[in-house]
């Protein structure tokens, strides 16, 4: 299932909700019956898993999932880990070999969660962005193609076919309200 040529979506910005608009077109998709590969970048790849949403992924037919990164996320203090240290940078690369197969997989929707964040972190180039939609574009766009993340530049936008940016207004976080259960994890 998919469209003949694929598109480009992006969700971007400095606005909560990017993960869940992408993560809403996966579940339409999946629930039309097609065939969606999710690579998360940078949500951490092990360590138990305190993303609600990861509990119902293996319930998903259709979808193959595949978090990246070491664990950012505190749990215990509803904070996140803002330094970078190797292992963020191994696992970076991997999760872009991840999506390059991803591209080959025949899934109809693939969706590189935070992959736009790694430029903001510096755990990615610019150019290895691009170069995974050369990739795609050689392809022949094979399917929808969906980033999601904070830091977009004018090269990515003029290579995207839809971009939603989310802005953030008010956030409940600058009055000190950590990370909640079931709403931001």
Do not use: W
């Not at 979506?9 to 969606?36: C, E, H, M, P, W």
């Not at 610019?126 to 170069?131: A, D, L, R, Y």
């Amino acid at each position: 299932m998919g469209a003949a040529q694929g598109r480009i979506q992006v969700y971007t910005g400095d606005g909560k909700g990017k993960t869940t608009a992408a993560l809403g077109l996966l579940l339409r998709f999946i629930g039309s019956g097609g065939n969606a590969v999710l690579v998360q970048f940078d949500k951490g790849a092990g360590a138990g898993d305190f993303y609600g949403e990861r509990k119902l992924f293996p319930l998903l037919p259709g979808l193959v999932h595949h978090p990246t990164g070491l664990v950012r996320f505190v749990p215990e203090k509803g904070t996140f880990r803002f330094q970078n240290v190797k292992g963020d940078f191994e696992e970076a690369h991997r999760g872009m070999a991840l999506a390059r197969t991803a591209l080959t997989s025949g899934a109809g929707l693939v969706v590189l969660d935070e992959v736009l964040s790694l430029l903001l972190t510096g755990l990615l180039e610019e150019s290895q962005i691009h170069t995974l939609l050369d990739e795609y574009e050689r392809l022949g766009r094979p399917c929808e193609l969906v980033l999601t993340g904070h830091k977009m530049t004018p090269q990515l936008e003029q290579r995207a076919d839809l971009i939603t940016r989310m802005e953030n207004v008010k956030h409940y976080f600058d009055q000190g309200v950590v990370a909640r259960k079931g709403i931001e994890y």
